[in-house]
């Protein structure tokens, strides 16, 4: 039986579980050998593995934690009806603060997963994240397609041959003629301080401030991972 393969996506529901950091932690501690950019692709992938199987055993089952604490609640409110007890209202208010933690984790998966940036996370407004998702899929096919010279591509075969050979076009180099004589009446406006400045590594401070100004619920990168999960340090 053929099963599609759900591609991995750092979710932020993870950033508020205290055992997210040891567990990145433990990954990272790996000892692997190869360059530095091979040790970082090789721990990124192990590191997938281990939070695939993690979020499976503590935010796998949302639904079921919410219903069992939702049933557990009417029964101690029924119960507090009764009788009035202090062993009672404590376990009450206790699952009421960890239902509160559940329904923040179910808003702020369904928040990503829509990438609605309008909508505030705290709006329990499930129905319009999911309608944003359906809107959005619809979005992203494309059943038609004109050329420049009017050819209408009706097929999904069609429309994908003429998108590559558009872009093969558009990418590929043509010879371009130079006037050497007229390049020498171009006067240098960037000085060799500044030549020097720009082609200068970048250093830790500038990576960090580039790194934090990308919003934390945009795309994640192809390897899952988007610009959140870099923020945990």
Known sequence: MWCRLRPFKFLRIWDSHEELISLVQLIWNSNIGGCAM??????LKLLKRA???WNQEVFGRVNVELKKLEDRIFELEVCLARNVLPQTELELLTCKQEHIQWVHQEEILAYQKSR????AEGDSNKKKF?????????????KRMQL???????????VHEGA????QQLLSMMPIERDLGEMKLIQPVVSMEENEALCAAP???????SLWSIPADNSPGPNGFSASFFMLA
């Open 130 to 142: 999911h309608v944003s998702l359906r809107v959005k899929r619809k979005s992203k096919i494309i």
């Open 148 to 158: 420049d010279n009017g050819e209408m591509l009706d097929s999904s075969d069609a």
């Open 51 to 53: 939070l695939k199987s």
């Open 116 to 119: 609605v940036k309008w909508l």
């Open 164 to 167: 590559v050979s558009f872009f």
């Open 38 to 43: 091979f040790r970082i692709s090789r721990k």
């Open 203 to 209: 250093s830790m401070e500038e990576i960090k401030q």
